[in-house]
């Protein structure tokens, strides 16, 4: 079974600090795609990234940057120098080959100005 | 840029009314998807589709039917709603079945039965 694991319920910082969102999951495939999705308070998910299992390259896109690991199974998102638009609930999300992805519960970030 | 379409945004049922939600999409897409989204708990698949006339059964079926008449529409119903079924739905579409295929999502529709 594939599972994915947002330890961290809600975060609360206040601007301009940087925050870093975790994301652990579990499969036993060797083949796999790992993605974040931005839900602002508008509602619609927002793709943010994907990650495949052969590619451990960290990636920075301006003040988001992703750190995937494999050897612990993680792939953390972390925002620098937050801004209040960052407020939003993000979705780490798993996928194998023959199956439908699977989301984490999900982390609510409030950044407070 | 339309995108995925969702109607109703909102909706409050009775306890064994009946509904269809209607997500559209206008990006040619094979694969649409039904998901709901409860505190906690995430995004839970219920129902999608690989294509036109094609359906199948996600992680939480029960109480939901679904239709793709047309490749551009992916209708969810709800026979007799359920309290239970208070919450958060979401259509998505991809354009494949792909491992790295990317979702659309809809902007929700927010339901309520008392």
């Known amino acids: 079974a594939q599972k994915v694991t947002q330890a961290q319920t809600e975060i609360s910082v206040v601007e301009k600090e940087d925050v870093t969102l975790d994301c652990v999951y579990e499969?036993?495939?060797?083949?796999?795609?790992l993605f974040w999705y931005k839900q602002p308070p508008s509602g619609e998910l927002v793709f943010l990234i994907r990650r495949n299992s052969f590619d451990e390259q960290n990636e920075i896109s301006g003040r988001y940057s992703w750190n995937f690991q494999k050897s612990t199974s993680s792939f953390n998102f972390t925002i620098t120098a937050s801004q209040v638009v960052d407020s939003a609930v993000y979705f780490c999300?798993?996928?194998?080959?023959?199956?439908?992805?699977?989301f984490g519960k999900g982390t609510k970030l409030t950044v407070n100005p | 840029n339309a995108g995925v379409t969702q109607t109703p945004k909102f909706r409050v049922l009775k306890t064994g009314q009946s509904m269809t939600l209607l997500c559209a999409q206008d990006m040619n897409h094979e694969y649409m998807y039904w998901y709901r989204q409860d505190p906690g708990m995430g995004l839970r698949l219920i129902h999608y589709s690989v294509g036109e006339g094609t359906t199948a059964k996600g992680e939480v079926p029960d109480g939901y039917n679904v239709s793709r008449l047309k490749k551009q529409n992916f209708l969810l119903g709800l026979e007799s709603a359920a309290p239970s079924q208070t919450s958060v739905y979401f259509c998505?579409?991809?354009?494949?079945?792909?491992?790295?295929?990317?979702?659309?999502f809809g902007s929700g529709t927010q339901l309520s039965v008392l």
């Open positions: 998505a579409s991809s354009s494949s079945g792909q491992s790295n295929e990317k979702l659309f």
């Open positions: 499969t036993r495939d060797t083949t796999y795609y």
């Open positions: 999300a798993l996928k194998r080959r023959s199956e439908k992805l699977v």
